[in-house]
């Protein structure tokens, strides 16, 4: 064990620090011991397999208690569903584009090429999405990343 | 490959897991020969659509391939729900 990871622990054993806290200490220093292995010239990035979405909610909302969904869809399948938009006829994209530039959004859906819905996809690898709201005496923590 | 089996996990209250593994293999099997019968309906529609038939197949084909592996759960103190697709 590294001596990061035993001072985290340490603060976590003391009560410094919440269990939240520790987990994103522990792994912003193995990110970082990660990166500082890594040579400039061979990005050692993985193709992600899967979108995850996780919700957890606790608090006094509803009497069942905390609640937990998780869900994990293939990246596979999104880049799939992306392609639908190939079958979209363009006289829909042209009634689609007067309608979002009726809503004020400058956007040409017909310049939007197959390869620009891949890269699309492909830039997913860096999403992630944490939200945390505290409203009514409930706790909502939404996560949104690739793995 | 297109997925074969969707299995479903059902808890209750009192912790009892309830799982249903749902054989896809054969919901597929019984909508090949109803995906036969009206191709060419489907083939019209798209002609009538301006989507090219044989790219729509393909794509669906894809779609269905990609499903595998999607996992959702749902879980509480009392219940909890899980679907997943293998």
């Known amino acids: 064990m590294n001596e990061h990871r035993r001072q985290i622990l340490q603060m976590l054993a003391d009560g410094k620090i919440s269990a939240d806290e520790a987990e994103r200490l522990i792994s912003a220093s193995e990110e970082s011991s990660g990166s500082s292995t890594e040579t400039p010239f061979a990005p050692t990035k993985t193709r992600a397999k899967y979108l995850r979405v996780q919700v957890d909610t606790e608090g006094e909302r509803d009497n069942d208690g905390p609640t937990k969904v998780n869900v994990r869809v293939p990246m596979q399948l999104l880049r799939a569903g992306v392609k639908l938009a190939y079958l979209i006829p363009s006289a829909t994209l042209q009634k689609a584009n007067m309608a979002m530039h009726e809503k004020g959004i400058p956007l040409d859906l017909t310049q939007i090429k197959p390869e620009n819905l891949e890269d699309l996809v492909e830039q997913l690898n860096d999403l992630t999405v944490d939200v945390d709201q505290k409203e009514a005496g409930a706790k909502v923590k939404v996560r949104v990343f690739c793995e | ?86």
């Open chain 2, 1 to 86: 490959m297109i997925p074969f089996v969707a299995v479903v996990s059902l808890r209750n209250h009192q912790s009892r897991t309830f799982r249903l593994w749902i054989p896809l293999f054969l919901v597929w099997l019984l909508l090949l020969p109803l995906g036969i019968l009206l191709s060419p309906f489907i083939f019209v529609a798209c002609l009538f659509c301006r989507v090219n038939p044989f790219r729509g197949v393909a794509l669906t084909w894809q779609i269905l391939n990609a499903l595998t592996d999607t996992r959702l759960e749902v879980e509480n103190r009392s219940a909890g729900m899980s679907f997943h697709i293998l």
